[in-house]
């Protein structure tokens, strides 16, 4: 599972409102990744190359 979350009361407060959570196959059960950002952008930017290591699949 992937999740992108906006968080409207961080935007309002100028704070990180991207969250960006991922979990499940192929992850081990017990590993949950969470950070938040900027932008969607900064967080793909950054994690899909991994996740595309660990055997998640996204188009480009």
């Known amino acids: 599972m992937v999740l992108f979350k906006a968080d409207a009361e961080r935007l309002a407060q100028r704070r990180k409102p991207w969250t960006f959570v991922a979990s ?12 938040d950002a ?3 952008e900064q967080r793909l930017a950054e994690y899909l190359p991994r996740l595309r290591e660990l055997g998640f699949s996204f188009p480009e």
């Open 38 to 40: 900027a932008s969607v």
């Open 24 to 35: 499940g196959v192929p992850l081990r059960e017990d590993v949950l990744v969470r950070t």
